[in-house]
């Protein structure tokens, strides 16, 4: 059964500061992954989508990585902003037609 | 382009009755997804729907039904709601399937009392 790890739970930063989200899988048979932004009580945005076959994407000051034989996928944001402000969710979509999500990690980001 | 919608935005049930969601997916796009969130927790996967036919079931008890519309709308159903499926209801939309990108609704929320 995959399973997706999210760590940290939490991260407040100071606006300005680059960091790291991360993002563990446990089966490695997948065929891409995707990264969420969600907003409290909304819906989920979609900020990148990696393919099995990819190694990373970017998106202006988001870039996503992907390690699948070791599991591992990291989204780093640069200069960071206040609005960034939202809970990250990653997601692996597996042979079974779904995705598959972790629990996120709730990013405060303070002016 | 419109993104997909829901309706309703909120839903207030009693225990033992019975809800219909309803999705819009985004012009042009094939599949619908439906998830489960609940609070605090990454959202967990239902349905999804292809071409009007189901191609994925989640672990959720038979009270959950779905169904796909020729326009590629689609309604997901909940039997006998007990205080545990309170929840935002999301759905997803897709133009092949679990292949590419998913973009989600604003999403339900249904509370149960």
């Known amino acids: 059964k995959q399973e997706v790890t999210q760590i940290p739970a939490a991260l407040s930063v100071p606006e300005g500061e680059n960091l790291v989200l991360n993002c563990s899988f446990t089966?490695?048979?997948?065929?891409?992954l995707q990264w969420f932004r969600q907003d409290p009580g909304k819906g989920l945005t979609s900020l990148l989508l990696i393919q099995s076959s990819q190694r990373e994407q970017t998106s202006g000051r988001l870039n996503a990585s992907l390690d699948k034989s070791s599991g591992r996928s990291t989204l780093y944001i640069a200069a960071s902003q206040p609005g960034d402000s939202a809970t990250y969710l990653c997601a692996v979509v597996t042979g079974f037609q779904k995705l598959v999500f972790g629990t996120g990690t709730r990013l405060l980001v303070s002016p | 382009d419109a993104g997909v919608t829901q309706s309703p935005t909120h839903l207030i049930k009693t225990r033992g009755q019975q809800v219909t969601l309803r999705c819009s997916p985004i012009?042009?796009?094939?599949?619908v997804s439906w998830y489960q969130q609940v609070l605090g927790q990454g959202p967990q996967f239902i349905f999804q729907y292809y071409e009007k036919e189901e191609r994925g079931r989640g672990n959720f008890p038979d009270r959950f039904s779905a169904r796909q519309f020729p326009n590629y709308s689609s309604e997901l159903n909940v039997n006998a709601l007990l205080l545990g499926d309170s929840a935002l209801y999301l759905c997803a939309s897709s133009l092949f399937g679990y292949t590419d990108t998913q973009y989600f609704g604003p999403g339900t929320r249904l509370t149960v009392l």
């Open positions: 012009s042009g796009h094939k599949s």
């Open positions: 089966d490695s048979a997948i065929y891409n």
